[in-house]
């Protein structure tokens, strides 16, 4: 659930993000460091190509079964898909970041540090 509402991975009520594009750079609540060193969010690319390759397959999807009466070309279709997700961009990117810290937590070797009380 905190994945979903996009909340720190140490506490889970902490938000990450203060804007659309911004981060926090740590916790509000317990102060853990969001991006620790630099390139640490590499990793959340492939995380938002795992996300938006379903996304562009499914609206793709849609709009060549909508369209096949009239047999639109493919890259006609990529291109409309791809302007169709573009308002999606900013959620990909924000949920992209979560998952990846969320998983760095599970599976990293911070988990061990205790949250600050």
């Known amino acids: 659930m905190a994945i979903l ?6 506490c889970l009520t902490g938000r ?3 804007g659309l594009f911004t981060m926090n750079e740590t916790c509000p609540l317990c102060d853990f460091p969001f991006g620790r060193e630099e390139g640490y969010f590499v990793g ?4 938002s ?11 793709f999807l849609v709009l060549w079964l909508f ?3 009239t047999l639109l ?7 409309v898909a791809a ?8 959620i990909v990117f924000q949920y992209s970041r979560v998952l990846w810290m969320h998983f760095d937590w599970l599976f990293g070797p911070d988990r061990r ?3 600050k009380e």
Do not use: D, N, Q, W
Not at 44 to 47: G, L, R, S
Not at 49 to 59: D, G, K
Not at 73 to 79: F, I
């Open 67 to 69: 369209s096949s009466k």
């Open 5 to 10: 509402r996009r909340r720190c991975p140490r």
């Open 113 to 115: 540090r205790p949250p």
């Open 83 to 90: 302007v169709i997700f573009l308002p999606l961009v900013p």
């Open 16 to 18: 990450v993000f203060r």
């Open 73 to 79: 070309a493919t890259g006609v279709l990529s291109a």
């Open 49 to 59: 190509y795992a996300l938006s390759l379903p996304i562009l397959f499914a609206i």
């Open 44 to 47: 959340a690319m492939y995380v």
